[in-house]
């Protein structure tokens, strides 16, 4: 038997009530995965080392086309819930906007393109397969989400053709904008040690502190590129100095410093690393000091070129918004860095102003105007 229409704004309410704050689940991918499976989707829960995910497919493994949705329902700490004006896991509505805790970022995202691939294959059944990967660890370490599921799906012989990422992408207007890549992100940590000893008598101590101050400095100066194509200039940024020194009279031994980078398509994560160890050695070789330098990189850059796929996706913004999406590469990170090596990958969301915040909230119209979007892109897929 049919279907009703899923209103997306009530299945987002619905998830926003459950307290999936990462990397606890808090029964949202339950729920998901109640509903897709009464629509006729096979499901399977990838959950991996305490995390929980879902892949959910209507239609035949390996079908020739196949179109995929991912997105994630854990949610970031509510912060200060003191300072909240409604319940954070209310899901109210007030004044056409709906509050709470995961409702820009980004459980409406997936409200609507569950509401709309349900509302699909019951209403106009595709020859091919729909696929939704969902995620319960995306605002966390995110080692054992997207890419717990990508590796399964290897496993087991599931792909997806191309693939939406649903997180918000609108700066300030519905439509304004969809990313076909984003920055990588880098941050190395610097630890350089001198001699300790007493303030009164730094000829007797190797003060490590103007080391790193001149290193922050070489650093901080230095221009990593121009931008490219696609991308504005890498960025380099220090985010911390430290001692951990409480005392007035005391050189300390050592200092530690760490810096982001948020690099483009001039760079792998490789060749800046090679070069932040490159100035920590020069610098530290020239005052006489050691120096350590531990590197983390959780994502290089990428990039979708413009094509067939984001033209599909523009278009249908297009029509349901009357708006151009600008295709941006702007913005920190997502699990698309992740579906990059898996499949062609664009991120279309709402807007995010608010996401993170105390007070998050979405506009209740702007929820179904996505489904909207969700739904003429997978009837536009599958009609091409």
Known sequence: MP??????????????????????????????????????????????????????????????????????????????????????????????????RGATDMKSGVAAFAAAAVDFVQQTPPNGAVILAITGDEEGNALDGTTAILDWMKANGEAMSVCLVGEPTCPDEMGDMIKIGRRGSLSGFFSITGVQGHSAYPHRAVNPLPVMARLVDRLSSHTLDEGTDHFDPSTLAFVTIDTCNLATNVIPATVRATVNIRYNDAHSGDSLTAWLQEQLDAICDEAGVTGTLKVTNTGESFLTPPGEFSDLIVRAVEAETGRTPVLSTSGGTSDARFVKDHCPVVECGLVGRTMHQVDERVSVAQIHQLKAIYTRILSDYFAG
């Open 3 to 100: 279907h009703s229409p899923i209103d997306p704004a009530d299945l987002t309410a619905a998830l926003i009530r459950c307290p999936s704050v990462t990397p606890n689940e808090g029964g949202a991918l339950a729920l998901l995965e109640d509903l897709l499976s009464d629509a006729g989707f096979a499901c399977w829960r990838v959950d991996r080392a305490g995390i929980a995910n879902l892949y959910a497919r209507w239609g035949t493994k390996g079908a020739g086309r196949s179109f995929g949705f991912n997105g994630h329902t854990d949610v970031v700490p509510l912060g200060d819930e003191a300072a909240w004006t409604v319940p954070p896991f209310g899901a109210e509505i007030r004044d056409g906007m709906m509050w709470g």
